[in-house]
């Protein structure tokens, strides 16, 4: 039961001394009497793992049902945030007569969002990492903070604090964007991660394609203001949904806190665990390297990370880019009022829904046999998907910039846009399965450096949209970044051909045995 372990149902165990929701020891004394009977004084430690195969508390061993109800509370968790970037779009032209700003500069409150939670996956990925912490206390407190900066924010009455406070929710709002991936990892095994990665990454992309569909009729009707109150209200739900109903996911955390509970039950302090062996030897110089080196150590030293996060990030920006198009495309030329040119993003939320079938025939057909009897899979295996999605993004560009004119129906940019999704929903879920595959020992790190690259850019392109497509035009200006993106697509190849030999003769830090 969710309850059980989430944060509410350890407060109640916590006021109660354990009389409530008691964990498998404290209802069998037969699991307590291993550790007594079978004690060696003479032993440094006395090793504490899973009681058997099917352990009820090892996430690995959850019934189906358990791991598809959390999976689903990962991705609102994710969709609640990723929305409070574009959410926050429609209203900036009413941001701009309120303080008496240039649009650009309106803009800021959307690109320091996103710089926000670019940053703070540095803090909080590591952190969720550490056995005595786990992912449920980061988790829950930094949503609890995020939601209340939503209260300051709506009621700014200068634009220093409007930014400022947005600044901040997107830095307390990151986690689940850089360790979501990671929870969902702590449940399914490597053959059937791919399928859960891939919901997720889905709820990723309906943040910023719902939110100027629920933020457009709220601004258009109340002004800015209100797509902050609907982000609140949002978020706020999702607060209390998963502080009741969340459980811990982390194996480190899980073991190290039944540990913690067999030394007071037992009276023995030899007990250990494995990630607390592990965690022993590590010194306050080495959690600061961790948290704020390792991940530009390995983005910077590491060229396959390296590459596929410049790839991303690319994307990623020439995504926020592209966005600033529509109001420029849909209002000025087919004349969209607000709430309507939200509905013109639904086709990029239909595209990335119709490629899920297929991609998951592909996993199950091509990706799962591959899998060794030890349950390993070569990295560069996950990477086919990339090279066929870097292909729709031009695609997407293309139709998309000279298809947008008052000759042609509107429809027709907006099938244009879908082939967007089916691009980077390829390359997302090709990256965030090999990063993790090919650096087992630093997901975390590799994840957060993935994250932060490609929030810089994302952060630092919406600055130039505007004026580029007015300059340029819909047509050349969306032609440009699709000569961008074709540069691009060659590095899922390279990568295929040679990323074994780059992993094992020029790597320090990948997986070198597959």
């Not at 980061?138 to 995020?146: E, H, R």
């Not at 924010?153 to 991936?181: D, E, K, M, Y």
């Not at 926020?320 to 939200?342: R, T």
């Not at 429809?411 to 399965?433: A, D, E, Q, R």
């Amino acid at each position: 039961m969710s309850f059980h372990d989430s944060i509410c149902g350890q407060i109640i165990r916590l006021i109660s001394r354990g009389r409530y929701l008691g964990y498998t020891e404290q209802r069998d004394p037969s699991l307590v009497e291993r550790f007594i009977d079978g004690s060696d004084p003479e032993k440094d430690f006395i090793f504490v793992d899973w009681w058997d195969e099917r352990d009820p508390e090892n996430p690995q061993k959850w019934s189906l049902w358990k791991k598809i109800f959390v999976t689903f509370e990962i991705c609102l968790l994710t969709f609640s945030v990723y929305i409070g970037s574009a959410i926050y779009t429609p209203g900036i032209t009413t941001i701009t007569k309120d303080f008496g700003i240039s649009s650009v500069t309106g803009t800021l409150g959307l690109t320091l969002y996103v710089a926000g939670y670019g940053l703070g996956p540095l803090l909080w990925s590591p952190m969720s990492e550490v056995p005595q912490i786990g992912r449920n206390p980061v988790y829950i407190a930094t949503l609890a903070v995020f939601v209340a900066l939503q209260v300051p924010t709506v009621l700014a009455g200068n634009l220093g604090t409007l930014l400022a406070f947005r600044f901040l929710s997107g830095f307390f709002g990151s986690p689940a964007l850089a360790t979501g991936g990671a929870s969902i990892a702590d449940m399914y095994k490597p053959a059937k991660r791919a399928y859960a990665i891939g919901i997720w990454g889905i709820s990723a992309v309906c943040g910023p394609v719902l939110g100027p569909l629920v933020g457009g009729f709220a601004a258009q009707a109340n002004g800015w203001r209100w797509t902050i109150w609907e982000l609140l209200w949002l978020s706020g739900f999702t607060l209390v949904f998963l502080f009741f109903l969340l459980p811990e996911t982390s194996s480190a955390n899980i073991l190290y806190r039944r540990t913690r509970r067999l030394r007071k039950l037992t009276g023995q302090t030899n007990l250990k665990c494995q990630p607390q062996i592990e965690s022993e030897g590590i010194t306050a110089r080495e959690v600061v390297m961790m948290i704020l080196v390792r991940p530009f150590t390995l983005n910077f030293t590491e060229p396959m990370v390296f590459l596929l996060n410049l790839y991303i990030a690319l994307i990623y920006g020439l995504l926020y880019v592209w966005f600033e198009s529509f109001p420029i495309v849909f209002e000025g030329i087919y004349h969209f009022n607000l709430g309507q040119l939200g509905l013109a993003f639904l086709g990029i939320l239909i595209g990335a829904f119709l490629v899920i079938p297929p991609y998951y025939y592909w996993i199950y057909k091509k990706v799962e046999p591959q899998f060794d009897e030890g349950g390993h899979l070569s990295p560069e295996a996950r990477l086919p998907p990339a090279l066929v999605g870097g292909c729709f993004i031009p695609i997407c560009l293309f139709w998309f910039g000279w298809s947008a004119r008052p000759s042609i129906h509107w429809i027709m940019p907006i099938i244009g846009s879908s082939y967007f999704s089916i691009g980077t929903f390829l390359l997302f879920n090709s990256v965030l399965n090999y990063l993790p595959d090919a650096y087992p020992d630093y997901a975390a790190s590799v994840l957060a450096g993935n994250d932060l690259f490609r929030s810089a850019l994302g952060a630092g392109f919406p600055l130039f949209a505007s004026a580029m497509y007015q300059n340029l035009g819909v047509g050349w200006a969306s032609s440009t970044l699709a000569f961008i993106s074709i540069v691009f697509i060659p590095i899922p190849l390279v990568l295929m051909k040679y990323g074994g030999t780059l992993r094992k003769r020029f790597s320090r830090y990948a997986r070198t045995d597959i």
